[in-house]
Each structure stands twice: as C-alpha cells, then as structure tokens.
C-alpha cells in the first residue's frame, strides 16, 4: 500500500456538526505536510525490519495532526475506517487491538480490519478475559461471578471456538501475536498450579500463531514460569505497569529473552492508576510525563531482542507518557540512532 499524504486539518462532514471532533476546515496539503511525512519515512527506513512499533489501539481523536489528517464523515466512520489512516503512518507496522480482552472480536469486524492493513502490517490481539482471567475481580459488573475462581480459566476449547477461529478465519494474513494477559486475581494464585495450567494450554492451543504471555502479578514471574514458556515456543509480555517490576529486573529472570519473539507493552508508570492517568492526559495529543528510564530499557531490551535474531513488538498506551503516538516517535529517534 502506497502512504498516501494527507491534509493536517482533518475534520467530519456536515451530516453529524455536533460531534465536533475534527472540526476544522479542510486545506490542502503544504510543504510542512510533505516535510514531516519526508522526516518520518527517513527516520522509518533507518529501523529495523524486525522491529514493529505501534500502539494500544488507535481510535483517538486527540491524535489528529499525529496520526490522522483525512476528513472523516462522522464519529462513527472514523471508528470504523481509521485503521487504513493508522496503517500508513510510516512508523506504525503493528496495533493492538485490546478490545479482543471483553469479548471475543466478531469476525465481520475482523474481516473489515483486514480489509484496511497492508501487506506487512500485523496485529497483536488480546484473548478474551474469560479465558485469562484465574478469578473475577470483585465488582459488580460481574454479578455472582464476583470473588470467585473462574471455571474456564485457560481453557483450550473456548480459546479456540471463540477466540482463535473468527481470527483464523477472517484476519490470518495480518495476525501477529496472542496477548495472553493473566490478570490480578482476587484470590491468591499459586505458581505452581499457574505454570502447570498455562503449559497445558500452550501444549493443547492452536499454533498457528504465536503466544506472549503478561503476567499483571509478580509473584507468577519466576525462573519456572520463564522455563514454561521456553518449553512451549512461547513468549514473555515486558509490560511497563504499575505493579510489575521494572522492564530490566523482568529481563533479569533466567531464560525470559529465550522466546520466540520479544514484546514489550508499555502502560502505567509505577504506582499510577488507568483511570486517573485517563483523565489526566486526555486527549493524548502531548508527552505529558516523560519517561526516559523506560525509554533506555526498552531500547536495550530491543537491541538484545535484535542479537538473538528476534521480531520485536512494541506496543505504547497513552497512560505511558501521554501520547502513544509521540512515545513510538521517541522510541523510533534513540532506536535509529
């Protein structure tokens, strides 16, 4: 797919005024248009081949003049068309697409991604929670589930019914990666029993594309976990998150590089909470906390990841710094450099 160039001034048609999310008048493209596009494809041809950068997602309005510079009809056709706009942006080979964590993604709307990537382009898709999740946290949306173990925690046949086969079927050419997130659980989770568990699912699951493994509690990231993963091709997530040790002490684990592949999701910063990070940097249009210890690990971790031979997948949150965009930006200047 040719990148296109595109105005700055993006903004929807008449028929939704309301909204008023890109609301400016459309222009023309300039020559400082043709000058940052001509700065980004330079600065993405000195990367890598195996290095993939992308972000959480992609539906953010405040990205425009970042990511977004096309006229778009309304709210609605933005969400449903900007993945093809995201995909040109030279530095952007791979998006997550976590909606996949809440329920499984219908296949006509993983047939409509599929439609808008390019060739090369490849996704990172989170497993439904119902499979991820060792219990269920302790709130309401959860009903009488609330508190309690969860009866299908990875469980290999509502992995692949469910999860697996809609991808499979519809979104195979641009399929990257499983983020299999195991989230906090309510109850105490025993290592032991995680990492017989987790091997069984990763024995038992489809292959036709590859796993990385998150884990959101630290007490699950040791040497056997590390040794599970490698028995089974699989690959550890270096999540930057506020409960999660450092991105360099989770390297430190014996054996956690040997995967087939090194992603890292960068997230929240230590101690911090999502929603409050929501509000305050909304609408992730700047850098609003930097971050540069986290910037040199990952770029360490991308340069060991790159000895061995590895694809690398980086994938940003705005809750990291500020803007997702503006991270792969910064990643994208010390890793070419």
């Known amino acids: 797919m040719t990148r296109s160039r595109r ?8 028929d939704e005024p309301q909204l008023g999310l890109f609301d400016q008048p459309e222009e023309e493209p300039g020559d400082d248009d043709s000058d940052a596009l001509a700065k980004l494809e330079a600065l993405a041809s000195r990367l890598p081949p195996e290095l993939r950068l992308g972000t959480s997602s992609w539906t953010f309005p405040g990205w425009a003049g970042l990511v977004y510079h096309q006229r778009y009809a309304n709210q609605r056709a933005f969400l449903r068309e900007s993945l093809e706009e995201y995909a040109q942006h030279p530095l952007m080979r791979t998006v997550g697409i976590d909606r996949g964590y809440y329920s499984p993604v219908p296949e006509e709307d993983l047939a409509a991604y599929a439609r808008q990537l390019p060739e090369d382009f490849r996704a990172a898709m989170k497993v439904w929670q119902r499979v991820t999740m060792p219990g269920f946290p302790k709130h309401p949306r ?4 609330a508190g309690q173990p969860n009866p299908d925690f990875l469980n ?3 992995f692949a019914e469910t999860v697996h086969r809609p991808v499979r079927s519809a979104l195979a050419r641009h399929m990257g990666p499983w983020i299999v997130e195991i989230a906090p659980s309510p109850f105490p989770v025993d290592p032991a029993w995680f990492n017989e568990r987790l091997g069984a699912f990763l024995h038992a699951a489809p292959r036709e594309f590859p796993f990385a493994v998150e884990l959101r509690d630290r007490n699950l990231l040791t040497e056997e976990y590390a040794q599970t993963l490698r028995d089974h091709g699989a690959s550890h997530v270096f999540n930057y998150w506020s409960r999660m040790p450092t991105l360099a002490k989770q390297a430190r684990v014996e054996g956690l590089m040997e995967g087939g592949l090194l992603m890292a999701r960068l997230l929240l910063p230590p101690g911090r909470r999502y929603g409050e990070l929501k509000e ?22 991308v340069r060991a990841a790159l000895e061995r031979d590895k694809e690398c997948y980086i994938i ?3 809750k990291a710094e500020g803007s997702s965009p503006l991270t792969v930006l910064g990643l994208a200047e010390l890793l070419a450099g």
Request: net charge negative.
């Open 7 to 14: 105005s700055k001034s993006p903004l929807f048609g008449e």
């Open 142 to 145: 959860y009903g009488a589930d």
């Open 156 to 158: 290999v046949e509502l």
């Open 280 to 301: 305050a940097y909304a609408p992730f249009d700047r850098i609003c906390a930097p971050q540069p210890e986290m910037r040199r690990e990952v770029v360490d971790l």
């Open 316 to 318: 940003v949150n705005n």
